[in-house]
């Protein structure tokens, strides 16, 4: 079964940092890797997607990296902004059937 | 607004009633999936259609818990005899298995609490 473990688990940073989120999971054999964010008592906003063939993926002020050899997967925030402030989920595929193994999140505080 | 929209947004009931919640997926998905998040945690999958078929159930949906996707559109997730361990936030996503990405989209959720 996989596991997926992330952290820190809580963060908080003065807005302006750069920062880095970790994940790490169990089981190598991934069919891809998202990455989430959640707003207090609110639904998921899917942020970045990975392919198992690739190493990583950017979008605007975000970089995801992934590798699969050591069961890692990072989330590099630049220049963080209040905004951002969430709580950040990691979540795998393990094959083409569909099922997401979540982690259990960081949440992220960024102020002013 | 074509995301996934849930009905309702929150229910509170009693314990030992019975509560169905409804997902409409975004129009051209063929897939939708239901997970289930408490406090603290990250969403943990129950189950899973393509189309109208269910193909995967986790063993957290019980006995007391089903769900359907008839004509392969929307779905319900019904709880019978709810329990006050059934408090949590039901979440649904759906997904194009066409593209080889298949990113799920997930709908604002319905927050259950069960008195």
């Known amino acids: 079964k996989q596991e997926v473990t992330q952290i820190p688990a809580a963060l908080s940073v003065p807005e302006g940092e750069n920062l880095v989120l970790n994940c790490s999971f169990t089981?190598?054999?991934?069919?891809?890797l998202q990455w989430f964010r959640q707003d207090p008592g609110k639904g998921l906003t899917s942020l970045l997607l990975?392919?198992?063939?690739?190493r990583e993926q950017t979008s605007g002020r975000l970089n995801a990296s992934l590798d699969k050899s050591s069961g890692r997967s990072t989330l590099y925030i630049a220049a963080s902004q209040p905004g951002d402030s969430a709580t950040y989920l990691c979540?795998?595929?393990?094959?083409?059937?569909?099922?997401?193994?979540f982690g259990r999140g960081t949440q992220l505080t960024v102020w002013p | 607004d074509t995301g996934v929209s849930q009905d309702p947004r929150h229910k509170i009931t009693k314990r030992g009633q019975n509560v169905t919640f409804r997902c409409d997926p975004i129009?051209?998905?063929?897939?939708l999936y239901w997970y289930r998040q408490t406090l603290g945690q990250g969403p943990e999958f129950l189950t899973y259609?393509?189309?109208?078929?269910?193909?995967?159930k986790s063993r957290l949906l019980s006995d007391r818990f089903s769900a359907e996707r008839p004509k392969g559109s929307f779905s319900t997730l019904e709880i019978q005899r709810t329990e006050q361990g059934d408090s949590a936030m039901y979440l649904c996503?759906?997904?194009?298995?066409?593209?080889?990405?298949?990113?799920?989209?997930f709908g604002p959720g319905t927050r259950l609490t069960v008195l």
């Open positions: 996503a759906s997904s194009l298995s066409a593209y080889s990405t298949d990113t799920q989209y």
């Open positions: 089981d190598s054999a991934i069919y891809n």
């Open positions: 990975i392919q198992s063939s690739q």
């Open positions: 979540a795998l595929r393990g094959s083409t059937l569909g099922r997401l193994y």
């Open positions: 129009s051209e998905h063929n897939r």
């Open positions: 259609f393509q189309n109208e078929a269910q193909l995967e």
